[in-house]
């Protein structure tokens, strides 16, 4: 760990303090939300990060999860009056054992065709869930119990950061643990990790598990919180694709890289969205292309002290990329 | 489903395919050549409706005049679109190029929401409405004009790729870039054509979509899935797969539409992702190698 890195997580260890505080101070409700949101989107990259960064494994339809979670959360709080907390947890459940069941042979593909089959299976659990009238609400949806506690929104507020915590934590500790190396090699060379005695097809899977896992709780709550969830809302694939951008914005196969991410986009889109509201998604657009072109591997190797920022090293790299 | 219901349905799924193969065509032949998964290609085609709907509206030049005019613009966006930013992360990692066509696609998307606003436009004819009637069996027009262009443009396109100089330069791009390189294909240039031939063809299938349906500056993410679905179904960079993997696709859609409606998506997707464990290379596709699929 170099000093850099040292910084960086004190940086984050105060910024979560500060999170934390925030409510006791009476922040407002906009901001608490927006906060909240940014959260949540934490969340999501660090799972992502699991796969797709530090195994690899380029997955594209996360969404699929987010789907799966909310819609079970909603049908056991809505149909069996089931609580929130068991509800949630059942929608995790079921995501990691789905995700479980398919994992070994979709984990077979990479690079684009990995991509492509998430995509698709993201679109067929929208699809089948908007089609299953009876128990989901088809392509209406569901109406949670609503929640008229004053401090509901704080809640959910703490909710999402202590999941943000448990994370990163979690990241931090598989990262520098056998299984974490063991994803590293495989996103590296797999045939190599193979041959050094690696079980890829269970490292790939325990990756893909957690990660689903993460995003299908996610989901749950954010079902909760929204309390109206149809399959057009909750299958939207920008929940797929924000958290991507956001760990590719901080730095993949890192423990902050997806949580400065998240905390740098979320606002800056929220806040472009207030001072520009019409253009908002082409800025956004410009800021991606951007992002992707000049800073390839994120922001963390600059913010690590790993690269010094200079004009130069932000132009080798297009230069690299070129064909 | 008596007989002809199923007449019916067989000939809606074949003007279905025929479009949805020029629909897929240029985003195969990106993905199979540059490797790049293009996310913007629905917004192009939509820029192509919407060019159509502008040339005929305003200056009354009529859908199928404006066809080449549609094409041309959109060749031109297109290899510019490559050659100032796609151009410089062409050996990125695979999640890079991903996304950098996704804000592309965004910019677009929202560049055509500003131009056109978001109210619903379509191209309507004087000669929209006529149609053939061959033993109950009711044949629109245009559409079968729009299936017409759609199945010689796909056949002119893989006689170029395969007869003409350029054309081989772009193939043998796609298939080993260094060896390209060391036969004297300037690879870079051969890049941004392929990209705009591709962007080309998404104007084509815009504007033979428009005179066929409605459309709104958000219409892209469809098309873009379904361009997945046919190149993946048919295999990549190959233009005859395609054309099979559009006409698979629009048949189950339209069969399986006429008896569920709801699942006519879900069997499509299914399908792809049971296809992708057991064929990735599609089902007309060769064998790929996981080195060069990246």
């Known amino acids: ?323 | 489903m008596n007989s002809i219901q199923f007449a019916q349905t067989l000939v809606n799924g074949i003007i279905l395919g025929g479009v949805l193969s020029l629909v897929a065509l240029g985003f195969s032949i990106v993905w199979g050549i540059m490797h790049v998964v293009n996310l913007a290609h629905g917004a192009f085609i939509v820029l192509g409706s919407y060019i159509t709907y502008t040339l005929y509206t305003s200056l009354g030049i009529d859908p199928f005049l404006g066809l080449p005019l549609t094409m041309i613009t959109l060749f031109v966006v297109g290899y510019a679109t490559e050659r100032w930013i796609i151009h410089w992360v062409i050996r990125a990692p695979l999640m890079a190029k991903f996304f950098i066509t996704f804000g592309i696609g965004m910019l677009l998307e929202n560049l055509i929401l500003q131009v056109w606003k978001a109210d619903v436009r379509s191209v309507t004819t004087p000669y929209s409405g006529a149609s053939l009637a061959i033993g109950g069996v009711n044949i629109p027009l245009v559409k079968l004009a729009a299936l017409a262009l759609s199945i010689l443009m796909v056949i002119v396109f893989h006689l170029f790729l395969t007869r003409t100089r350029q054309g081989n330069a772009i193939r043998s791009t796609g298939m080993d870039l260094d060896a390209a390189r060391l036969t004297g294909v300037k690879v870079a240039p051969i890049y941004a054509l392929t990209f705009g031939l591709s962007t080309m063809l998404a104007g084509a299938a815009g504007s033979l979509v428009s005179m066929t349906t409605s459309f709104t500056p958000d219409a892209g993410a469809r098309y873009t899935v379904y361009a997945f679905l046919v190149s993946v179904l048919g295999g990549l960079g190959n233009v005859p797969a395609v054309l099979a993997g559009g006409m698979i696709i629009a048949l189950i859609q339209v069969f399986v539409g006429f008896y569920a409606p709801a699942l006519k998506d879900a069997v499509s997707f299914v399908l792809l992702v049971v296809l992708l464990l057991l064929r990735p290379q599609g089902l007309f596709g060769k064998p790929f190698t996981s080195g060069k699929a990246e």
Request: contains cysteine; charged residues 10%.
């Open chain 1, 1 to 323: 760990m170099t000093r850099g890195d040292k910084i960086l997580y004190i940086v984050c260890g105060l910024l979560f303090a500060a999170m934390a505080l925030l409510p006791l101070f009476g922040a407002s409700g906009f901001l608490l939300r927006t906060i909240t949101l940014a959260l949540m989107y934490a969340v999501m990259a660090l799972a992502w990060n699991f796969i797709g960064g530090y195994t690899g494994y380029s997955a594209f339809g996360n969404v699929a999860f987010f789907g799966i979670g909310a819609t079970v959360t909603g049908v056991m709080m809505t149909k069996m009056r089931w609580d929130f907390a068991p509800a949630v947890l059942l929608g995790g459940v079921i995501c990691s054992l789905l995700s479980f069941l398919i994992g070994p042979a979709l984990l077979r593909l990479r690079g684009h065709y990995f991509a492509v089959a998430t995509l698709g299976i993201a679109n067929a659990a929208r699809e089948i869930v908007a089609g299953w009238d009876d128990v989901t609400g088809g392509g209406i949806g569901l109406n949670l119990p609503l929640n008229t506690d004053k401090d509901f929104y704080t809640f959910i507020y703490y909710i999402f950061l202590a999941l943000t915590i448990l994370s990163a934590v979690i990241t931090y500790f598989i990262s520098r643990n056998k299984l974490g190396f063991g994803w590293l090699a495989i996103r590296e060379n797999e045939e190599g990790a193979k041959a050094l005695g690696i079980d890829a097809t269970l490292y790939k899977t325990l990756a893909w598990v957690l990660a689903c896992f993460i995003v299908g709780i996610t989901g749950g709550i954010y079902a909760y919180y929204n309390t109206a969830i149809s399959p057009e809302a909750i299958f939207n694939p920008l929940y797929s694709t924000t958290p991507i951008l956001i760990t590719l914005l901080g730095g993949t196969g890192t423990v902050v890289g997806p949580i400065l991410g998240a905390m740098i986009l979320l606002p800056l889109s929220t806040w472009l969205l207030f001072n520009f509201p019409g253009i908002q998604p082409a800025l956004l657009g410009i800021i991606i292309i951007l992002t992707i072109i000049f800073l390839p591997r994120g922001l963390y190797e600059y913010l690590s002290g790993r690269r010094k920022l200079t004009l130069a090293a932000l132009l080798k790299n297009p230069r690299d990329n070129q064909a």
